[in-house]
């Protein structure tokens, strides 16, 4: 069955099940990814990427070692002292 453009899969409860379904899943939503997007995504992982060097978040010495959350809300703090 088909719903917003996306199969929509009956899902197993084994957990070998459930990871084959995931990647199912991830398949169908490539289908509905546009080529368009694919120079804004790569724009948008490279800044974040940036922000988290920037961030010194790349040290696994600091507190938020490996997250992301927040970088978004710090980024002019973080590009305004890069640009001076």
């Known amino acids: ?4 453009g996306f199969a ?7 957990s070998q099940s459930k990871l084959n379904n995931n ?3 991830c398949k169908l939503l490539m289908i509905s990814y546009k080529p368009e997007w694919r120079k804004e995504d790569e724009e948008r992982v490279l ?3 940036r922000l988290y ?9 600091h507190k938020l070692h490996g ?6 809300a710090k980024a002019e703090e973080l590009e305004n002292y890069m640009a001076a």
């Open 47 to 49: 800044r974040m990427e």
């Open 8 to 14: 929509w899969l009956k899902w197993g409860l084994s």
């Open 67 to 72: 997250v992301y959350t927040g970088l978004n």
């Open 23 to 25: 990647l199912i899943f």
């Open 53 to 61: 060097i920037l961030d010194g978040r790349h040290r696994p010495d």
């Open 1 to 4: 069955m088909t719903r917003g």
